[in-house]
């Protein structure tokens, strides 16, 4: 059974998550899935593209597939790992892509909706980042993008709770681009998705590029980045890390001692 659902709706390309089992866990196997969407909707020039979840989901995805985490040792978020792919494919689609949301959204699923260019959700929506949870260092490409979209208050509140945050807040704060009734969500992300397509497809794909390097636009010293390499993998080598993802698996709750 194929982990994703794809149509084309006139001139927009639809991805529909298909993992109800996993709760519509990012699996890398469903990442390929959705990246080989991705550059089917570019070859067929589609102006914009909506990632949604089935109607009336209550967990649009759990996000990274824990069981995929990498050993301990290991860093769980290097450049090539499958999430990160996916997320440099919707970034880099050379069109708008659009967050259709609803029920929650955890861990590398948020950073999934986040780098989507626009999001628009129900009442019924939650973004929670998790990393902390279990005891995982997150990578620093992933928290610059938070930094950009939330602030730094923000996000260190999201990352040092973990506790989710709701629709109203993430308008608030700018996630939610609209936040829009249950029953009115297809149809008003369809009708936007419309909108966008009637405009110059050249102009905005020029555009998008222009702000994703805008949006990077942050100088970081050698120094710097050796720094947080080496405070990244104190954490992935560590037995809080060995604890978080074995606590996971057994559905309990992790005891963490704090010690690399």
């Given at each position: 059974?194929?982990l994703?659902?794809?149509?084309?709706r006139?001139?927009?390309?639809?991805i529909?998550?298909?993992?109800?089992?996993?709760?519509?866990?990012?699996?890398?196997?469903?990442?390929?899935?959705?990246?080989?969407?991705l550059?089917?909707?570019k070859?067929k020039?589609?102006?914009?593209v909506i990632?949604?979840?089935?109607?009336?989901?209550k967990?649009w995805s759990s996000?990274?597939?824990i069981t995929?985490?990498a050993a301990?040792?290991?860093?769980?978020?290097?450049?090539?790992n499958?999430l990160?792919?996916?997320?440099?494919?919707v970034?880099?689609?050379?069109?708008?892509?659009?967050?259709?949301?609803?029920?929650?959204?955890?861990?590398g699923?948020c950073?999934?909706a986040f780098t989507c260019?626009i999001l628009?959700g129900?009442?019924?929506?939650?973004?929670?980042?998790?990393p902390a949870?279990?005891?995982?260092?997150y990578?620093s490409?992933?928290i610059?993008?938070?930094?950009?979209?939330l602030?730094?208050?923000?996000?260190?509140?999201?990352?040092?709770t973990?506790?989710?945050v709701?629709?109203e807040?993430?308008e608030k704060?700018?996630l939610l681009n609209h936040m829009?009734?249950?029953?009115?969500?297809?149809t008003?992300?369809?009708?936007f998705?419309?909108?966008?397509?009637c405009n110059?497809?050249?102009?905005i794909?020029?555009?998008?590029?222009?702000?994703n390097?805008?949006g990077?636009a942050?100088?970081?010293s050698?120094?710097?980045?050796?720094?947080i390499?080496?405070?990244?993998?104190a954490?992935?080598?560590?037995?809080?890390?060995?604890?978080?993802?074995?606590?996971f698996?057994?559905?309990?709750k992790?005891?963490f001692?704090?010690?690399e």
């Amino acid at each position: 059974m194929p982990l994703i659902l794809s149509s084309i709706r006139n001139k927009t390309g639809i991805i529909q998550f298909n993992n109800y089992e996993k709760r519509n866990a990012l699996s890398s196997v469903m990442i390929k899935e959705i990246v080989d969407c991705l550059e089917d909707f570019k070859r067929k020039n589609l102006r914009v593209v909506i990632i949604r979840a089935d109607k009336g989901s209550k967990v649009w995805s759990s996000g990274h597939d824990i069981t995929e985490l990498a050993a301990p040792g290991t860093d769980p978020l290097s450049y090539d790992n499958p999430l990160e792919l996916l997320l440099r494919a919707v970034e880099n689609f050379p069109a708008p892509v659009i967050a259709m949301v609803e029920g929650t959204v955890w861990g590398g699923a948020c950073e999934l909706a986040f780098t989507c260019d626009i999001l628009i959700g129900a009442p019924n929506v939650t973004f929670a980042i998790t990393p902390a949870k279990i005891g995982v260092p997150y990578n620093s490409n992933g928290i610059l993008h938070f930094i950009n979209m939330l602030g730094m208050s923000a996000v260190k509140e999201m990352f040092f709770t973990a506790q989710p945050v709701s629709a109203e807040k993430a308008e608030k704060l700018g996630l939610l681009n609209h936040m829009v009734p249950l029953e009115e969500l297809e149809t008003f992300t369809y009708g936007f998705a419309d909108d966008i397509a009637c405009n110059s497809p050249l102009a905005i794909n020029v555009i998008k590029e222009q702000l994703n390097i805008l949006g990077k636009a942050h100088p970081l010293s050698p120094a710097a980045f050796e720094r947080i390499t080496q405070l990244r993998k104190a954490v992935y080598e560590s037995e809080d890390y060995k604890e978080g993802i074995k606590a996971f698996l057994e559905r309990r709750k992790p005891d963490f001692k704090g010690k690399e």
